[in-house]
Each structure stands twice: as C-alpha cells, then as structure tokens.
C-alpha cells in the first residue's frame, strides 16, 4: 500500500486500481505532492496482513485479519474514501459482520473522473461472492490475492482493476507476475462459484419400496443454484415419523459430487415420514460483510471469510401405512384319496415379523385366505410363481378367515372328480380384505408347491386266465393271458419330479407252487418262492405269457399253480396284487396215466390159485412216486366191498418212472368161492394220491370158485376146461382196460 507524504482527508480506495483492500492511489494532497510511500496497516488500527501479494511500493491484495476477534476479511469491492490506513479509521470504526442483501461496490473510475459505483442486489451474485469467501479455506498468497479479485468480477468491477491490467499487460510494478497468477485463478475460482453457489436446496426424497414398509432415500447431499451437488461435506441423516435406519450407520457420511441414493429405511407404524438432513461446512448464500463508518464517513466494507454454516433440508413428507406380511403354510390334509373324496387342505397363517392390531385396539387385523384347487392333471409339475394354468382347470375356491396366527382346516365341498394330482394354492388378495386391506400386503404360494399336491392315483385292474398247456411229451407249462386296464394312458412317460416317483415300467407274475395239503387261502404265497418270474410292460393292453416261460416241475408231486400278478405302484398309480387264491389264475398239473390188470399165476384158475396185479404207467410222475395195491375178497354175486384189505402187496417204488410193475403173488383160499378185487393207489413223494383204483373194477376182479370133479356126458370137452373158460371170462379174463384216475 502506498500513501503520499501529505495525506488528504478525502481517501480514495483502492478502487483506483481496482478494489483492493487498501488503496493503491489517493488524490493529491493540498501540497500537491504525487509520490507514494509505503506503509502498512497501523497498528494502533487493530489490523494486520494476511495471505496475500506486495507489489510495487507498499502495496497489497489478499486476507487482512482483525487481531483482536481474529477474523479475516477481504475486500468487498465497495471502496468507499476511507480505508484501513487512514487514520481516522480505527478497529473501533468497524462493525461486526452480519449477512447482507445487498452491497454497494464501485468500478474503476480514472483519475481526475467521477468514481462511478452501484447496488449489488443480485442474490445469485451475492451467493457466489459468499461462496469464494467462505471456501478460502488456508491459502497461499497467490489463493488470498485471487479470491479478492473473484470477488470484483463477481460483482463487476473487476475490468481495469490491478489483477486486469496486469493480466493485460498495461501494469508494471514488482510483483506483477504473482497479480497476472492471480487474474487467472480468479476466474476459475468464478466458473467455480457460478457452478456450485447458493441458495442450496435439497434432492432429499423418499422413494417406498412395493409393499410400501421399506424404501430407500434418494438425492442425499446439497444442490447448488445451479444444480450441482455440493461435494466434501459432512452430513446427519434423520427421520421424522414411523420409519427408521435399516442401517444406522447410513445416517451419517461425505457428501459426493453426484447424488447419493439407496439409503435404506423400514416403516415402523402408520403416519407421515419426513426425511431430514443436515450438512456442515456449507457456504452461506449471503455475504457476511463488516461495515466501517467513522466520523469523516463510511469507511471501506470488508467480507469476512472462511465463515460456513450447517445447512438443513428435508424432503416431502409422504405418508405411510404400517402393514404386515401374512405368510400362509399349507399341506393337503392327505396325500393320496379316492375319486369322489373331499379335497382338504390344511392352512396355517403366521405373519412375517408381527401381526397387526386394527388401529387404537388390541383386536388382529382379519385376514381372509383364499385357497384355490385346480386339477386334475396327468402328471405333477415343477414348482414355480408363474404357472400355466386355466380357469378351467380351476376346480373351485375356499376362504378361510384368520383373526391372527392359527392354523385351520378348509370345509370338504369340493371333490376329486376322477384320477390325476389336484393343487392347492393360498392367496391372500388385497381385493378381498374389505377395509383392512391398507394393513395388509398380498402374499401368493407358488403352483404346485410339493406340500400342496395330492393325488387319485389310478387303479389298474389285470385280468388274468390260466391254462396248462402241453409243450412236447415230457413237458408242459401254464400259459396265461392277460387283459390290463386302468393305466393313465400315457404311463410310462413320467419320469418323477421331487417326492414324486417316476413310472414303475413293468407288472410281475409270478407262479407258485401251492403242495397238496397245504391251506391255500390268501397270503399263502408270501412265504413261498416262485418258480418262475415274468414281467410285461404296466401299460393298458393285452399280453400273453408262454408256457415256456411258466414250466410245470412235475417232481413237486400233487398241487396246484398259482399264478399272481404284481405292480407295486408308484406316485400316479396304486399298487394292485391278484388273488392267492384266484381260481382262474389256477392249474393243477395233469399226471400221466395209470392202469392196472390182475392176472394169475396159471391158466388154471382155480380156488388155491396164486394172483397178483400188474401195475402200468404212462406219462409223467413226480419224481419219489411210488404205487400200493391192496387186495380185497367179498362172496360172489354179491357187491364189492372194499373196506378192509384182505391183503396189501410190497409198496412199488417206481420212482415216477413210467413201465410195467407187478405185484408179488397172493395164494387164494382153496376152500371157497370168493371175487378178489385189486385197489391201486399211487402216490407222490409226499404221500399226496396221484390216482386211486374203483372198488370192483373188472380189469382188477377174479372171480375164483371151487372146482369139482363131475362125469359128464361125453362130448369131446373137459368139464375142468369149460369151468376155467368161465371163471377167467367173468373176472375179465387177462384183457387190459383203460382205467380213469381219481384225483
């Protein structure tokens, strides 16, 4: 700063040059004299320099600070006659700094010319002037120097100032470089204020999830006048209302160059919510200017600097209803039932976090569940939220009504009309809340929740007829036909979908052996192991098993085939077993043939004759068969009488192998005339009959009579011969005679 020797009373600013903090250029005093000197701010005034630049011969642009309330000041662009260093102008010459709406500043005005000044009204202007003083932050001399001359472009004095003609070129004074650094940062520090000044607002607002009990707050910083977030600052975030912080740490941070969005919150009630925040470190949006007056007029104003403020802004109120989340769980009351049976389902409603009262009561907000049946389908399918379903296959709807957690049963008015899985599905439908549907949000169970799937499982019907067919000679088999129906058509594609189990492929038949003299009744084969294994495909239709595939084992002696036929089920269709005790699934194998002959043991049959029985067997006979023949007498021409055996031959053991067998020889009674029956019964190993003689069979009686000597008329015949001739004629002489088995 420069002053002449001989100082005039009227001061002129340094608004000669521009306006500088203290002047650069006074009026000739009443000597005369032009020649500046150099001083500094008296000391005696209470002021001293800051950051700033000297240049030329004592003079100054930068921060001046109050040292007794050690607050900084700049130039307020106002010079007025007075400044710092004129001695009328004490610390007591200056008022504290309050926010102003105006400011008078004052242009370049040349030597020997009127000073031409104006009102700075402008709000947009004085917020920038705010901003560059506020957010001087520590700077270095260059920084101090440019700040003040960001302030006089601001306010429009800045052409022709000191920084502009130095920028220029038409200045010349030591330290000019460090003024034209200055000038160029000035009008970045400008750009700067135009884009991040006041007046502030907020883009504080509050966005409500779906559901409307959580949401997020957007646009958490400070936006400038000209929309531009203010970064770098500390803010609190609160909330006024029923709602609350998901995160609490969220409430508080740095804002950012661009919005910060996405900060959670949960609704706590019903009411209204109102978003506050509060930022520290903001720039006001009006200067804070220190007026000077002293009694030889107003002194020069000065902006106090590095002055910032806690901003607050808040965002629309929006109300809010607190609701709850009822969550209904359900199974069918059965998994599987019967055509025409009642479809059930079990309902449980519970409420994510907690079930709600109506408003100023204790009483729970009712909730109506709807459940919906659909079906019948042919298979289950893949659980899922979006299912393809018509209404058609809509079967019908219950409500279930829950004044709060509970679990309750659906009535059983809608039936299962035919075979197929049938699903359950819980609605709750705002539509159907009546007035309570505002604290209510809707939940939906998925289709074809596993849980909410049953089924009428079809039921297969096998018809089956069983027949035993020889196959050559020595062997023969039990053919079965088989009609099977009740298959879902399409049994066999599924391949099982969760608990549910894919297509059982094949139908078991298996053939028993049921022994003679065991108690065939139902269960009997359950102990027993089958013969033989066959399996045909479980599908509706007619099949054919071979008798190769189902042999006869003629060793097992006397009994009966059982066959039966299995399908052990699976998810879609019931298991199914034939009868034990099936008399069309039976067959009793059919032995070979035997006969029998009683001979004698001479031509000569005669009371006293030795007789036997010739046993003969065709065919197939269990393996350890073997034949008993008993002999028995009654008077002849009376009936035969087979009661008690006169006689029982050695047992044959034959072993089932087909041939001739003859018994050993009984000697009759020489004394009387008696008929002899022979009885054959051949048996199996077991002891089972395989076939039994007829009492007074004619190839198995002899009728043998006493003979006595006569003379008879000659004639040319033996009496004797004649008698034998007629006994052996009645007692059917030694023909072979085809005899039935009895069984």
């Not at 000038?183 to 000044?197: C, D, G, M």
């Amino acid at each position: 700063m420069g002053i002449k020797s001989a100082l005039s009373l009227a001061v002129i600013g340094l608004l000669a040059l521009g306006p500088l903090t203290l002047p650069i250029s006074f009026a000739d005093d009443e000597a005369g004299s032009t020649d500046p000197i150099a001083f500094g701010p008296r000391s005696v005034s209470g002021w001293e320099y800051g950051a700033g630049i000297h240049f030329d011969t004592g003079y100054f642009s930068g921060v001046m600070s109050d040292k007794s309330s050690g607050i900084d000041y700049l130039c307020a662009a106002d010079g007025q006659n007075l400044a710092l260093v004129t001695a009328p102008v004490t610390s007591g010459s200056m008022k504290a700094a309050r926010q102003v709406d105006s400011l008078v500043v004052s242009a370049y005005t040349p030597k020997g010319s009127t000073s031409s000044s104006h009102t700075l009204s402008d709000g947009t202007a004085l917020a920038q002037i705010a901003y560059v003083a506020s957010t001087i932050g520590s700077p270095s001399n260059t920084e101090a120097a440019a700040r003040e001359a960001a302030i006089a472009r601001i306010a429009g004095v800045y052409e022709g100032s000191v920084w502009d003609r130095a920028a220029k070129g038409t200045f010349s004074a030591a330290n000019t470089d460090a003024l034209v650094a200055a000038a160029t940062r000035s009008a970045e520090l400008q750009a700067e204020a135009k884009q991040l000044a006041g007046p502030y607002s907020a883009g504080l607002k509050i966005v409500l999830d779906a559901g409307g009990q959580t949401g997020s707050l957007e646009g958490v910083g400070v936006v400038s006048a000209a929309g531009k977030w203010l970064s770098g600052r500390h803010y609190t975030l609160t909330l006024e209302g029923p709602a609350e912080l998901i995160d609490a740490s969220a409430g508080e941070g740095t804002t950012a160059a661009t919005s910060i969005d996405g900060v959670r919150f949960r609704v706590t009630g019903t009411g209204e919510i109102t978003a506050h925040i509060r930022v520290d470190g903001v720039p006001d949006s009006r200067p804070w200017v220190s007026e000077g007056t002293s009694n030889l007029g107003a002194a020069q104003n000065l902006v106090q600097v590095g002055r910032t403020a806690k901003w607050n802004g808040e965002s629309q109120p929006e109300p809010v209803v607190m609701t709850f989340q009822p969550v209904v769980s359900t199974h069918v009351k059965a998994e599987a039932i019967e055509a025409g049976e009642p479809l059930v389902d079990v309902v449980e409603a519970s409420a994510r976090g907690t079930w709600l009262a109506i408003p100023d009561s204790e009483v729970p907000v009712p909730v109506v569940v709807r459940i919906d049946v659909y079906g019948p389908f042919s298979v289950p399918r893949e659980e899922s939220t979006v299912a393809k379903v018509t209404e058609d296959e809509r079967l019908g709807s219950y409500s279930v009504t829950f004044n709060g957690p509970g679990v309750k049963e659906t009535d059983a008015t809608i039936l299962a009309p035919s075979e197929g899985f049938y699903m359950f599905r819980a609605v709750v439908d705002l539509k159907e809340q009546g007035t309570f549907a505002q604290f209510i949000r809707p939940f939906e169970s998925p289709f074809f929740e596993a849980s909410e799937t049953n089924v009428v499982q079809w039921r297969p019907e096998i018809i089956t007829s069983a027949v035993e067919v020889s196959i050559d000679e020595a062997v023969s088999g039990v053919r079965d036909e088989l009609t099977v129906s009740g298959f879902p058509s399409d049994h066999g594609d599924f391949p099982g979908l969760g608990s549910w189990s894919g297509d059982h492929g094949v139908i078991d038949h298996y053939l028993y052996f049921i022994p003679e003299g065991t108690d065939h009744v139902e269960g009997v084969t359950a102990q027993i192991e089958p013969l033989a294994h066959v399996q045909t495909p479980a599908r509706n239709g007619e099949y054919v098993i071979e008798p190769e595939e189902f042999p006869i084992d003629w060793d097992l002696g006397m009994g009966t085939y059982q066959v039966v036929s299995e399908f052990v089920g699976d998810s879609r269709v019931a298991a199914v077993r034939t009868s034990d005790i099936d008399p069309k699934e039976q067959v009793h194998p059919t032995f070979g043939e035997v006969r029998t002959v009683a001979f004698s043991e001479t031509k000569d049959v005669k009371a006293g004759a030795r007789i036997g029985d010739t046993v003969i067997l065709t065919g197939n006979f269990p393996a350890g068969s073997y034949t008993e023949v008993d002999l028995f007498a009654w008077p002849v021409g009376s009936s035969p009488t087979c009661e008690n055996p006169i006689w029982t031959a050695k047992r044959i053991e034959h072993g089932g192998n087909a041939g001739e067998y003859s018994t050993e020889l009984f000697t009759t009674d020489k004394n009387k005339d008696l008929t002899y029956g022979f009885v054959e019964r051949t048996y199996d190993a077991g002891g089972n009959p395989i076939s039994i003689g007829t009492c007074g069979e004619s190839s198995e009686t002899l009728v043998i009579k006493v003979v006595h000597a006569e003379k008879l008329p000659r004639t040319g015949a033996s009496m004797v011969g004649l008698a034998l001739v007629v006994t052996s004629l009645l007692a059917g002489g030694t023909f072979l005679v085809r005899k039935p088995r009895q069984r």
